[in-house]
């Protein structure tokens, strides 16, 4: 009898076992208990595009009161995922179907030192997982990781000088023999960073190394294969190209042919057997161009848009959409970043409110000692052109309250808004540091992107600006005629 029981309770157990992995199949189980983090709400995220970078919101965890979280969300691939917390950016591999006990850094808030500093970046760390049998995959990639830069950085100097092949070749067969853990991840990860040990041994010989990748079917969401990308593809376009196709590139390029005549060309060079790993090296070949002045802007644009719609498959077109986006946004003439934000009386106020007259947009910080020196000018201005142009100061402050207070304390006679409600403002105004400046016409349109600063004769800037602005306006709607006959 008591034989029965055990056996039925162990058939029971596995069936259970059996019913969760299944409903895990297409989904990631996060588990565990961080009292300090009580009541937040955890946002991991992942890169759609790792040059950019450019990042996605792949699940939204809550923490309870206690500290105890159990969440699961749906996941379809494997995925390097992180999460901002507080002066710590922890990653992590997640697959579908896995459960993950997982241990979160001991949580340190920002200084004001760094709160202020919009430049400041995160401690990397990983994220501890309790479970054993989820932790495999992570912990071989940490523990290869740190033997493998280890050994690259102990014999840079010989792998490079000395293009010492036979050392790369050690190097590699040692690491493998040493990490031979079997899962398609991590055999993938070693294999790029092989490529990355490669690179300095056959420095000469580039077109080699960029042969082994070309060969590699292109990861997504693995940061081991965007290092290497980045790395031999950096100014490649377009003298990487052979000498007699360089020429059939440019001039497709410069003529604005559409993207997949461009990629026709670049893939008469030998090297270039693979359509989508064309297409990539061609869009970051043009990203780059943009930012390098080498290519026309607009012919740039142009082509970036058209990628964004013909390229080989979706992720290729999203990839180019995003170099779209980033390389056209904020562009004098292009169309302000739209926002919604409360004021200072608690009122919602958008961009769309100010339309019809000149705004100039600024971003500060209270207690920067900069952005209040900048606020006296402000008030000069806003007394001499307050009938032609409107302030409009956009606050990063921690809190709302911080800000209502300084307001209260400082009665500028405009509106001052809190970006909290909508960080993303500062994402859209590419906000690198304060305090920073936008000069916005009366149709909603960037006029200087970006603007000087009020000390650095913004007002000279500003009346150019507005001149033009009247006869542009004149040019497409001019005044009737009147006539004697009429």
Partial sequence: MTIKVFLIGLILT?????????????????????????GFNIVFESYSNFIIPKTKAIASMPINDD?????????????????????????????????????????????????????????EVLLGIR??????????????N???????????????LHTDTLKAKEIQKTLNEKYNFSHPIFIKHKQLSFLKLWQPALHRQQRQV?????????????????????????????????????????????QRAPFPTIVKAAMTDTLFTQKPFTELVLLYGLYEAYYNKTISETTILDILNNASTTASNSKIKEIAKQFFEKT???????????FTLIDAKGKSRSLSNYQGKFVYLNFIHTQNYACQRDLIMLEQYQKLMRKELEIVTIVLDDSYDAMTRFVKDHPYKWDFLHFGVSPIILENYNIMAIPAYYLIDPNGNLSLSPAPAPEENFKKYFADRFLQFQRDEIRRNPPKQRSIFR
Wanted: glycine share 4%.
């Fill in 14 to 38: 596995f069936s259970l076992y059996s019913i969760n992995a299944e409903e895990l199949k297409d989904s990631t189980r996060l588990y565990g208990k961080a009292a300090e983090y009580a």
């Fill in 67 to 123: 500290g105890s979280f159990d969440f699961t969300f749906e996941l379809t691939e494997p995925t390097y995922a992180y999460v901002d917390l507080g002066k710590y950016r922890a990653s992590i591999y997640l697959e579908p179907g896995i459960t993950y006990n997982i241990v979160l850094p001991p949580f340190e808030p920002k200084s004001e030192v760094d709160r202020l500093n919009p430049l400041f970046q995160q401690e």
């Fill in 131 to 144: 479970n054993k049998e989820s932790r495999q995959l992570n912990r071989n990639i940490t523990e290869f």
């Fill in 146 to 160: 740190a033997e493998f830069d280890y050994l690259l950085a102990e014999h840079a100097l010989q792998l490079f």
């Fill in 210 to 254: 960029i042969a082994k990748l070309v060969n590699t079917p292109i990861e997504y969401n693995l940061p081991a294969y965007w290092e290497i990308f980045s790395s031999l593809f950096k100014g490649f376009l377009p003298n990487g190209f052979q000498k007699d196709i360089k020429p059939l590139v440019l001039n497709a390029i410069t």
């Fill in 328 to 338: 056209s946004m904020l562009r004098v003439g292009t169309k302000a970043p739209d």
